[in-house]
């Protein structure tokens, strides 16, 4: 056992400004092994990737490959001592060809070989049965692909740790089973495979043990035919914060009596399947399921986010049209999105004019916010919430994230909606201002606003919905109120049929 | 003390620093050379109106044009991440529209000018209609896009005039052109004024701004909060259609005939110079018209000083690309945390040495 | 009928191999193909209606007579566009290498002189603008904006007034031209007029063949492509960046002092207004050639069928008798219209074919 382990890293700390990232995990890879990562969000599984490649410098710890111990300074150290790394987002150059893909970089001379190159690069492809021609343009080929060409160019700059980042999310089934063939020739030829995922049933078909992250620590390493799926959904979402549990007192049930505030029949968007949802007055429900369930995708497509395909959305029983965001705002819906940085937040304006921004946008071109008007919200709404900004001039981006997370509730409180939906909230923030929020929904559903509310923590959602809709592989596979509103549950309903017996 | 000096360079003045601090340079510069340069004095001209006169007031005049444009360029850098090069000749456009509609009246009283700077506008802004167009709804960058108009304009503005370099004279072009009889300030510096003030007001009554410089800065972001951000580009390109149609009709008025190989000639670089001087990212993102503004008088300051020191106005450029330079490298991301460094070591030193004297 | 259904069978098969032919090139190849193939397509249009010059050589030699730098320097653009740049002191560059190399020549100077001075001042720029936009990370727009200025001014305080070159040596040649008689063609009087080539386009050449194996067999070329298509990527990949990137505005120069040295071969004297509006000229080359602004796709080849395209289009314009001088650049205004359209919608549906 101990001859066999390639890669071992021991008790690595990782401090970023106000969080403890990694706080001594351990990780040990050995040869010729498909080794799964598993965790939620901000359980510190990108961040110990990114230490290993040398995107970070870790604060703490040891990192030993092939018995003798190693620092990584930068990406390319990392690749030239034999750890590479394959991202979702593909890291080559798709206006150049597969073979120039895989030898740019590296060759030596000053010049390119092209006949030479192809036909080496055809044979790797061919040995690793990838199919794709070596003088294809490399942005032709399929994302599956591309991500193979990736790992091709890994295996011939003879790596010998291979980290594959959530490369199937954006694979259908078949080209995905393209890749776990490949990846389980490259382990019979010895290659130590770290496999970043959330997607479970991929992890119990080709991994062979799986260790598993949460909060930046680590909870175990197993074999992954010693544990069950359900229990591996346990011990990812763990049982903590117990005594937070105790924060919603509205009965179950009590929410039935009141009218149905929004309704959507066979809604699909470009992403989203087609699914059927309603929520009622003053009602708090969410959806759940893991990272790429299609739980994002669903309320983008209530909100009018991404192009709607079809169905139908009725808001207190009137048919309403949702094509642009603008059209779902206008019907008191509002949306926080996932992406924070992407989606959220304007980085260089400042606080107050973050704040301002949704209403500003749903009172027209020609209404502007008076200076002083916006002022007052700002100041409000910086007390309300318990912003922490130097001053309501600060531009966003200079703010920690919970505070950025508390800006755009703010933007989509002031609109004062009906509806609101959280994609996320609480999402690499810290604990206090989790709580801030989860009560903050609360007091909105007493005040008679229906809230959506999406999260990674299931305890999160079990403390703040009365009703959840369960996702997998981007269907709705149950909805769960009452009696059945429990953890247990709802892991069952997650991890699917085959983990009740 | 060392704190408010910190603020007065990081947070106090932001992106207007070096603008000013150019500025302030030049005054000095030309204090010292020649201590009567600022002098305003009071003449009077060929009509016999009484006039200020001077360096100071031809530089103001002289910006004019430029200010205008460059108001109109932030608004377009902001929300496309990129710039228009081809002001210069939509102006060639507009002007000959200007003095094609007056050519064609019988008599050039204040209605035409009214009506023909309406038709320069209208023609103005659907140049800049297609531009936008280009930019916006086919998602090609700016300056590609307005290279065709950037080729082809003058020429365009050659054949509205039908190959002709038509001159006009009429009092109320002088006027608009030169000086308003009464009215010691140059005409064009009062469009200056007004023009700024309509931006104000575009500013106060719309949501131009903070729309602006959302699309500008996210532009998914934007489009989640409901932001049009396909319209606001456009328009972006349209309100600049509008500065170039005034820009182009002062110009015309100046001379009193249209010429379109030399109206504004070389314009646009200087436009965006200004923009980028004032301290405005040519990638898009948050802007201030002001800055620009500034940026225009930076430019014209430099010409008028260099032209008082007798440099010829071909030789200016030389001189003005030296200038340039030096204000980009001392705005540059990699000096600017060079000199962070630097400063920090010398904080440090400081305080060890404090910390020893102690 | 069943003739027809043959025919119509046989005709849908060559679509279908041509569709698969144009799935099968790079993004690069198939805007340089549309290009070559419009151009082809004009010119034989022209030659079919408007006859007259476009059936001698001589109108294709004298085409690259008069355009021998501007290939040059859209080449040296080519590249810069390609690692996703752009210079645009390349004209002004040009105008004051005549400029210098005439005043040289004209006080005593030597022909080998000359030519290292006009590589030298084309170095310089290069240089400086190099280390200014890769090294210190300032735009290329202002960087290159700069340069154009200060070429322009260095010009005009050279020599206001234009300059005729008294230089025995460049007379001679300027005057050499390379004669190739099978080319040539009968004139009225019945004597035969054989084509003449200068030596500056054979320079120009020589450039784009340099320029093409650099682009395709060098690594550093294609480091050129991997920077432009994504250098984030490109940097994951190895590449040092930021030297790549002063390269290719060091190369540009270098070719804008090559150009300048052609273009003074060609008119024997330096003008202020010596290649006015050239930047713009070679940018419009090279867009027409398929080179992108966003970088990463681009050919020299293709540059050259641009600059072709560019100037065939003012011959048709003048030969169809549009006499009146603004029409050259309106109809050239349309053309990169047309061209600009038909490269967004394109590219646009072959991204739209690759997402499905």
Redesign the interface.
């Known amino acids: 056992m101990q001859d066999n382990t390639l890669l071992q890293m021991r008790h690595i700390e990782k401090r970023f400004p106000g969080v403890l990232a990694l706080n001594g995990v351990d990780f040990t890879l050995r040869k010729g092994e498909i080794h799964a990562l598993m965790g939620e969000n901000g359980a510190g599984k990108s961040t110990l990737i990114k230490v290993l490649t040398g995107v970070y410098q870790m604060d703490g710890g040891q990192i030993t490959l092939d018995g003798k111990s190693i620092t990584i300074h930068s990406p390319q150290d990392a690749q030239s001592q034999g750890i590479s790394t394959v991202y979702q987002e593909i890291t080559l150059c798709p206006n150049l060809t597969v073979a120039e893909n895989m030898f740019i970089g590296r060759e030596d001379g000053a010049w390119v070989r092209h006949k030479l190159y192809e036909k080496r690069a055809d044979e790797i492809l061919a040995k690793l049965g990838i199919p794709a021609r070596s003088s294809q343009q490399l942005g032709d080929c399929s994302l599956a692909v591309q991500q193979m060409v990736a790992i091709a160019r890994a295996v011939d700059q003879k790596c010998k740790v291979l980290i594959l980042d959530e490369p199937t999310s954006s694979l259908d089934d078949k080209e995905v089973k393209m890749l776990f063939d490949l990846m389980r020739n490259l382990k019979s030829q010895g290659v130590g495979i770290i496999f970043v995922t959330h997607f479970l049933e991929q992890v119990y078909e080709v991994s062979d043990r799986i260790t598993v992250l949460r909060n930046g620590e680590l909870v175990g390493e197993y074999l992954t035919e010693q544990l069950p799926q359900v229990e591996l959904v346990a011990k990812m979402i763990g049982k903590e914060l117990d005594e937070l549990s105790s924060l919603k007192e509205a009965p179950e049930g009590e929410e039935e009596e009141k009218e149905v505030f929004y309704e959507a029949k066979n809604l699909s968007s470009s992403d989203a399947m087609p699914f059927n949802f309603s929520i009622r007055k003053g009602e708090v429900n969410g959806f759940t399921g893991l990272l790429g369930s299609g739980r994002s995708e669903c309320v983008r497509a209530i909100f009018g986010a991404d192009k709607v395909t079809g169905g139908s959305t009725f808001i207190k029983g009137k048919q309403i049209s949702v094509t642009r965001p603008i059209d779902a705002m206008k019907s008191g819906i509002g949306y926080l999105a996932e992406d924070r940085k992407r989606d959220g937040i304007i980085a260089e304006l400042s606080v107050r004019e973050n704040i301002i921004l949704a209403l500003q946008v749903m009172n027209g071109f020609f209404k502007p916010i008076s200076r002083s008007e916006s002022e007052a919200f700002a100041d409000e709404y910086i007390k309300v919430l318990n912003i922490k900004t130097a001053s309501k001039e600060t531009p966003v981006g200079s703010l920690s994230g919970g505070n950025q997370q508390k800006v755009i509730l703010a933007r989509w409180l002031l609109t004062h909606p009906d509806y609101l939906i959280l994609d996320e909230p609480t999402r690499g923030i810290d604990v206090g201002t989790k709580l801030e929020i989860q009560k903050l929904v609360l007091k909105l559903a007493e005040d008679g606003v229906s809230v959506t509310f999406i999260s990674s923590e299931v305890e999160e959602m079990l403390r703040t919905c009365s009703r959840l809709i369960v996702m997998r592989d981007r269907h709705v596979v149950g909805e769960l109120k009452g009696q059945d509103l429990n953890q247990e549950q709802v892991m069952k309903t997650i991890a699917g049929g085959e983990a009740q017996g | 003390m060392k704190k408010n000096t910190k603020s007065f360079f990081q947070g106090g003045l932001g992106q207007l620093t070096i603008p000013l601090i150019a500025i302030a340079l030049l005054v000095l510069f030309n204090l010292i050379r020649d201590p009567g340069f600022f002098e305003i004095g009071i003449t009077h001209n060929n009509d016999g109106n009484i006039v200020l006169a001077g360096n100071l007031i031809s530089i103001i005049n002289g910006a004019s044009e430029l200010a205008i444009l460059a108001m109109g360029m932030t608004l377009v850098t902001a929300a496309c991440g990129g710039?228009d090069i081809s002001v210069g000749a939509a102006a060639a456009i507009a002007g000959s529209t200007f003095v094609k509609i007056l050519k064609s009246a019988p008599e050039i009283n204040g209605g035409i000018v009214v009506l023909a700077f309406l038709c320069a506008c209208i023609v103005a802004m659907l140049f800049g209609a297609f531009n936008g167009t280009?930019v916006a709804v086919?998602?090609?960058?700016p300056?590609?896009?307005t290279?065709?108009?950037?080729?082809?304009?003058?020429?365009?503005a050659?054949?509205i005039n039908g190959?002709a370099t038509p001159t006009i004279s009429s009092p109320i072009i002088s006027a608009l052109g030169s000086f308003i009889p009464g009215i010691p300030v140059p005409t064009p510096v009062l469009i200056v004024v007004c023009v700024t003030i309509l931006f104000k007001l575009l500013f106060?009554?719309?949501?131009?701004e903070?729309?602006t410089?959302?699309v500008g800065?996210?532009q998914?972001?934007?489009?989640?909060?409901?932001?049009?951000a396909t319209f606001i580009k456009l328009l972006s390109f349209i309100i600049l259609g509008v500065c170039v149609a005034i820009a182009g009709s002062i110009g015309v008025s100046r001379l009193g005939l249209i010429n379109h190989e030399t109206l504004l000639i070389d314009v646009e670089?200087d436009t965006?110079?200004a923009v980028?001087i004032g301290g405005n990212s040519?990638?898009g993102?948050?802007f201030k018209i002001s800055g620009s503004i500034i940026g225009a008088y930076v430019i014209q300051m430099l010409t008028t000083t260099l032209y008082a020191m007798k440099v010829?106005s071909?030789?200016?450029?030389?001189?003005?690309?030296?200038v340039?330079?030096l204000l980009?490298?001392i705005g540059?991301?990699?000096?600017k945390a060079k000199f962070g460094k630097l400063m920090e070591k010398v904080r440090g030193r400081m305080q060890e040495s404090a910390a020893k004297g102690a | 009928m069943e003739k027809t259904k043959k025919i119509y069978n046989k005709f849908q098969s060559i679509l279908l191999s041509v569709s698969q032919w144009i799935g099968s090139l790079t993004d690069t190849q198939l805007l340089m193909t549309i290009t070559i193939f419009i151009f082809f397509a004009m010119y034989l249009v022209a030659m079919a209606t408007l006859g007259g010059g476009f059936l001698h050589a001589q109108q294709v030699f004298d085409m690259l007579n008069d355009n021998a730098s501007l290939i040059i320097v859209s080449c040296g653009l080519t590249i810069v566009m390609i690692g996703g740049g752009i210079d645009i002191s390349v004209g002004a560059v040009t105008s004051l290498v005549v400029m210098s190399c005439v005043l040289y020549l004209n006080n005593g100077g030597s022909l080998v002189g000359s030519i290292l001075l006009a590589l030298g001042i084309g170095l310089a720029f290069g240089l400086v603008h190099g280390f200014l936009i890769s090294y210190l990370e300032i735009q290329p727009f202002i960087v290159t904006l700069a340069g154009m200025f200060f070429a322009r001014g260095m010009t005009t305080i050279l020599s206001v007034n234009p300059q005729k070159a008294a230089h025995e040596g460049l007379a001679k040649l300027r005057d050499t031209k390379i004669v190739i008689p099978w080319l040539g063609y009968v004139a009225k009087n019945g004597n035969l007029v054989p084509a003449r080539v200068e030596i500056g386009v054979v320079v120009a050449l020589l450039c784009l063949i340099v320029v093409f194996i650099l682009l395709r067999y060098l690594r550093l070329g294609r480091n050129f492509y991997a920077m432009g298509g994504n250098q984030q990527s490109a940097l994951m990949l190895g590449i040092n960046v930021k030297r790549t990137r002063f390269l290719s505005y060091l190369i540009s120069g270098l070719l804008s002092g090559i150009s300048g040295y052609v273009f003074m071969m060609h008119t024997g004297a330096g003008n202020a207004t010596n290649a006015a509006g050239m930047e713009m000229n070679a940018i419009a080359s090279s867009i027409i050639g398929g080179t992108l602004l966003t970088g990463g796709v681009g050919n020299v080849a293709g540059t050259f069928f641009g600059t072709m395209t560019l100037t065939t289009i003012k011959k048709i314009v003048v030969a169809s008798g549009l006499n009146d001088p603004w029409w050259q650049s309106i109809t050239t205004g349309g053309m990169l219209c047309f061209f600009i359209l038909l490269q967004s919608v394109v590219l646009g549906k072959r991204a739209k074919k690759k997402a499905l």
């Open positions: 710039q280009l086919f998602k090609i960058q300056m590609i896009a290279l065709i108009l950037y080729t082809c304009g003058r020429s365009i050659y054949w190959g106060h009554f719309t949501s131009l903070i729309f410089q959302s800065i996210n998914s972001a934007a489009r989640l909060n409901g932001i049009n670089m965006i110079l980028a040519l990638g993102g948050k010829s071909t030789d200016v450029k030389a001189y003005k690309a030296i340039i330079v980009v490298v540059s991301p990699v000096i």
